[in-house]
């Protein structure tokens, strides 16, 4: 599994949330240059076709594939980019109060929604652990382009012809909803799911940020999730 953290969190923000995966599968959860904060390094001025970019070659780096692509939030985006160019990586596709069916949604207006702040200046370092105990924390793939001050950007949010794409394939997809969430409304998920053909939304209690603030029943609600939705040549 690859797990692709919201906008401007870092893996360590969802160390809880991934522990509880990890019981049960190998877990990667690659920091993405220009998508998370890093001590010494400012965001970087990338689009989201760069950071899917960037996604696929970690894959590559790695020799993963097909995985099982989940991505909460903004990493959502970056999940349905990648499903979309690198098709032949992606098993399965899991977005938990994703973006992509709508505009941006204003973070400011969420408040605590929004995770945990003070992890962004951890440093993320790459590890290697046994596989179903810990979540493994990649960034090995670099990308020597200048760095300066941004935030990943695409056009107004709207991924429907990406989400178009992936709905014509024999992909498994399922969407995660929960029901406090402000930023993600109804409309916002129901837009979603109309683009990518009416998949299964599973819908759960707190609010946009439940994975972080929620680890045990984040665990228990993607095992749920995992075990209904089907597989297409997972390793």
Not at 19 to 27: H, N, P, Y
Not at 83 to 89: F, L, M, S, V
Not at 128 to 140: G, K, Q
């Amino acid at each position: 599994m690859v797990f692709v953290p919201g906008g401007g969190s870092t893996p360590l923000t969802y160390r809880h949330a991934l522990e509880r995966l990890a019981r049960r599968f190998r877990v990667y959860a690659p920091l993405i240059p220009g998508f998370a904060g890093v001590a010494g390094r400012p965001l970087d001025r990338r689009t989201l076709r760069d950071c899917s970019a960037w996604l696929g070659r970690f894959l590559d780096a790695a020799d993963l594939g097909p995985v099982t692509l989940v991505g909460h939030s903004f990493g959502g985006a970056i999940a349905i980019q990648t499903a979309d160019a690198d098709p032949d990586r992606v098993a399965r596709l899991v977005l938990v109060n994703s973006v992509g069916g709508g505009p941006w949604p204003e973070i400011r207006s969420a408040g605590s929604q929004v995770g945990d702040r003070k992890s962004l200046p951890l440093r993320m370092r790459a590890t290697t652990v046994l596989p179903r105990h810990t979540a493994t924390i990649c960034n090995s793939v670099r990308d020597p382009r200048p760095i300066r001050p941004s935030a990943p950007v695409t056009s107004g949010g709207y991924l429907v012809p990406e989400l178009n794409r992936i709905a014509a394939r024999p992909l498994p997809v399922s969407l995660v909803w929960s029901r406090g969430d402000r930023l993600i409304t109804r409309a916002r998920l129901e837009a979603l799911r109309d683009s990518l053909g009416r998949p299964p939304v599973f819908t759960v209690a707190g609010g946009h940020d439940w994975p972080i603030t929620a680890p045990d029943y984040f665990g228990n609600a993607m095992r749920t999730v995992l075990d209904w939705l089907p597989t297409r040549g997972e390793q």
